[in-house]
């Protein structure tokens, strides 16, 4: 698996403005080096362990570190000290605690609202209602940046599953743009993988998140 091939492949059919991040779960530090020498410089982890142990490993590199998996409570030691950005923000109790882990620290933390629209019941994420509650009352919020929205589509084959998925984020998110013009950080869409990320730019991504087609499978 020739990692540097696999980003510019990658990057050949990317929009500039849209941000590719790479999805470095499960792959050793070795292999975040690779990408780093093509040039990558957003990753992705989902696990606080093993998200802060790379970290600390590869601190001074100019890496921009996303977490973008479930993280509990109890681990936020562990990410909010060295994440640029949490995408996946999933409960209201989650929100909170990163509020006040940001308040007690004297940090504000970018978080993206991971939108729940897949037909699997195991996906995290709030639903559309829960998202605008949240907003109307973002001034609570003040050790928290909303910057957007993060959405996973249905696990499937069909690509028109797919394509209702992102559509129907994509419309929340033009609606809660219009709704909230005061919020100019409220510009992010993570939407898309490396089985339907091709798909996701026609909905508007403006971040994708690519694992396996860059460093193989785990």
């Known amino acids: 698996m020739d990692i540097a091939e696999n980003i510019k492949l990658i ?72 994440a640029d950005l949490v995408q996946s923000v999933d409960s209201i109790h ?3 605690a990163i509020n006040e882990w940001g308040g007690r620290n004297g940090k504000v933390i970018p978080v993206l609202l991971e939108l729940h629209v897949a037909a699997e019941e195991t996906k ?34 069909d690509e028109a599953s797919i394509r209702a998925d992102f559509g129907r984020i994509k419309a929340f998110m033009d609606y809660l743009q219009d709704l909230f013009p005061e919020y100019a950080d409220f510009r992010e869409l993570s939407i898309g993988m490396s089985g339907d990320w091709r798909i996701a730019l026609e909905y508007g991504a403006t971040m994708v998140r690519i694992g396996t087609s860059i460093f193989g499978s785990r």
């Open 11 to 82: 990057r050949k059919e990317l929009p500039s403005e849209v941000k590719l991040v790479a999805v470095s779960k499960f792959h050793p530090v070795e292999a975040i080096e690779e990408a780093l020498a093509a040039g990558q410089t957003v990753f992705g982890e989902n696990r606080p362990q093993e998200f802060e142990k790379k970290v600390l490993a590869l601190r001074e590199r100019g890496i921009e570190w996303h977490f973008i998996g479930h993280l509990q409570t109890n681990k936020l030691k562990m990410v909010l000290p060295y």
């Open 94 to 96: 989650l929100l909170e």
């Open 124 to 157: 995290q994420g709030f639903y559309e209602e829960e998202i605008l509650d949240i907003l109307f009352r973002a001034e609570s919020f003040r050790n928290v940046r909303f910057h957007g929205l993060m959405g996973m589509a249905t696990n499937t084959d």
